[in-house]
């Protein structure tokens, strides 16, 4: 299995209040990712980044930030959580090339109350 | 941007039998990968299979196969000798061979996959 962890792996918040996830990889691993999982849903790319401190906005990144300082941490933010940010988020992990296998971390259940 | 789309939200087959699962992606680009991943009730998700557009041959793995047909942008996935094991949600996924575009996939809704003993 890819070197990929997500922390933390459950957390029940309450609305308005800031939420860090963190990815954390030991793969080396040039691109990350982070997505979100909702119900009858497939996986949606919030942001992603292509090197430290690169970072870019994918499809539904309105309320998340994220941040990249060093190559193995990835951190998403929500600045001020809403009930609509209840979700699974993965992280993903992925090797320079786009047919490099992208890596999945195991989710982390997010709850906002 | 591209689409993908998975028609069926939710399939059955019998144990041993063969089961069929649909995916269909809209893009104007002519070199991608196509993906399958399976989510067990555990949610990690797993790469099945994966194809490269420029291949004719359909890519298999033991007892998943995929039917690529590019001109009308489908891209099934076969398993045979379904197993207890293969329960799960099965995703189809769509990424761009571009460089620029970073590796980012699109992903279907899902097809939620009951094996029955």
């Known amino acids: 299995d890819a070197g990929i962890t997500q922390s933390p792996r459950h957390k029940v918040t309450e609305t308005g209040t800031p939420v860090t996830l963190r990815c954390h990889q030991t793969e080396n691993h040039r691109y990350m990712y982070w997505y979100r999982q909702d119900p009858g849903h497939g996986l949606r790319l919030i942001h992603y980044s292509y090197g430290v401190k690169d970072t870019d906005k994918g499809e539904v990144s309105d309320g998340y930030s994220v941040s990249r300082s060093k190559t193995e941490d990835f951190l998403l933010t929500l600045e001020s959580a809403t009930s609509s940010q209840t979700s699974v988020y993965f992280c993903?992990?992925?090797?320079?090339?786009?047919?490099?296998?992208?890596?999945f971390g195991p989710g982390t259940r997010l709850l906002v109350l | 941007a591209q689409t993908v789309t998975q028609s069926q939200p939710e399939m059955s087959v019998q144990e041993a039998e063969t089961v069929t699962l649909s995916c269909t992606y809209d893009t104007s680009e002519s070199d991608y990968y196509l993906f399958w991943y399976k989510q067990p009730p555990s949610r990690q998700m797993i790469l099945v299979i994966r194809q490269e557009a420029y291949k004719q041959q359909n890519a298999t793995e033991n007892r998943f196969s995929v039917n690529f047909q590019k001109a009308a942008k489908s891209f099934s996935l076969k398993i045979s000798d379904s197993q207890l094991g293969d329960a799960a949600m099965y995703f189809c996924?769509?990424?761009?061979?571009?460089?620029?575009?970073?590796?980012?996939?699109?992903f279907g809704d899902g097809t939620t996959l009951t094996v029955k003993p």
């Open positions: 996924a769509y990424r761009s061979a571009f460089n620029t575009n970073a590796g980012k996939s699109t």
């Open positions: 993903a992990i992925k090797p320079g090339g786009p047919q490099e296998t992208q890596y």
